[in-house]
């Protein structure tokens, strides 16, 4: 089911204005993501249907990483999917 609406929200995030972040950062910056507390990337990643857990918020830097860089694909295959802003 597509919403087709614009802003996706989480709260008080902007869940469009997060994906532009993400696509727009480059390969070595640190991922927008951090700027979050962990309960609400654990949110983000549920509304894009994924299932991040505290342990994976606290682990090492490699595994944090790739941790992000999952939650990161699937908030922006969520947006790009269910947003009008990225419909056309």
């Given at each position: 089911m597509r919403h087709l609406e614009h802003p996706i929200m989480l709260g008080d995030v902007v869940i469009c204005d997060l994906v532009s972040s993400i696509m727009n950062s480059k390969v070595n910056e640190?991922?927008?993501?951090?700027?979050?507390e962990n309960k609400t990337i654990v949110s983000i990643?549920?509304?894009?249907?994924?299932?991040?857990?505290?342990?994976?918020?606290?682990?090492?830097n490699r595994r944090k990483e790739a941790k992000f860089s999952e939650i990161e694909n699937a908030i922006v295959t969520y947006v790009t999917q269910n947003c009008s802003c990225y419909q056309h």
């Open positions: 640190p991922s927008p993501l951090l700027n979050y990643a549920e509304m894009a249907g994924l299932q991040v857990l505290d342990k994976d918020l606290s682990a090492r």
